[in-house]
């Protein structure tokens, strides 16, 4: 699997070559301070994990990466050259795909119109009709590719489970030349098998050399595929280190609260005598 992803994979770039990178990057709406002083960086072949509960400031990172929103403090700069994106259009231009959490899919629709949503092919002329044989085809074959099975490359893609919808979608932001890919949330209303699907192909990205931001509120997810990890809380970083300087238990600990926890625990014990 890892193998045909390396097809998409730029030959250009290095392991840990920064593709993103954010500088004390803050986000105001009004009054309202949703982040302050991030500081980001995202590697070529490596998974950034954000991890955080909600109102961490998780979906305003993302929607800044994603070209949704504007940064009002601080620098974000892709392959070195400072941006300021003001579309979502601008980022995908940039190779930056996002896999949200509800998927932009119709579900009546079937698995091929899916995968092509947004960049249908047609002909060369004027209301010309859809190339329809030729996105089934390519639909069919880059999601083989990936070792995604579907029975019917026609049927509708809400037949498919929650996990083979993530994988049709990351397949499909692959395809179309993402260098960077956000995953918000990619296994929070999966079950155990489906969430291990979807793991496998974040990490068969990450092989592939693609720059991978994996936002979640499970750290135990994040710890098996992540790289680099980062826990935001109240729209600031308070945590940020590699795979190599955090153990499991560490990151479990100051997701679930960490001092606060134990200070709660401390009252807890105090009341309950």
Known sequence: MTDTLNEHADPTLHKG????????????YGAIRALSGINLSVGAGEVTCVLGDNGAGKSTLIKIMSGLHGHTEGTVKVDGQEVHFGSPREALDHGIATVYQDLAVVGLMEVW??????????GGYPFAPMKVGHMREIADTELKKMGITVKDINQPIGTLSGG???????????????????????????GVKQSGVVLKYTAAARDAGLGVVFI????????????HFII?????????????????EELTAEMAGGRELAELSHELGQTVR
Do not use: W
């Not at 070559?17 to 105001?28: C, F, N, R, S, W």
């Open 17 to 28: 070559e920064p593709l993103i990178q954010m500088t004390d990057v803050g986000k105001a």
């Open 216 to 227: 979640t509120h499970n750290p135990h997810h994040a710890y098996l595929v992540g790289n």
């Open 113 to 122: 119109r899916n995968f092509f949503l947004g960049s249908e092919m047609a």
């Open 164 to 190: 083979q919808r993530q994988c049709v979608a990351i397949a499909r932001a692959v395809y179309f030349g993402a260098r960077v890919l956000i995953l918000d949330e990619p296994t929070a209303a999966l």
């Open 232 to 248: 935001l809380k109240l729209g600031k970083r308070v945590l940020d280190k590699k795979r190599s300087e955090v153990t499991l």
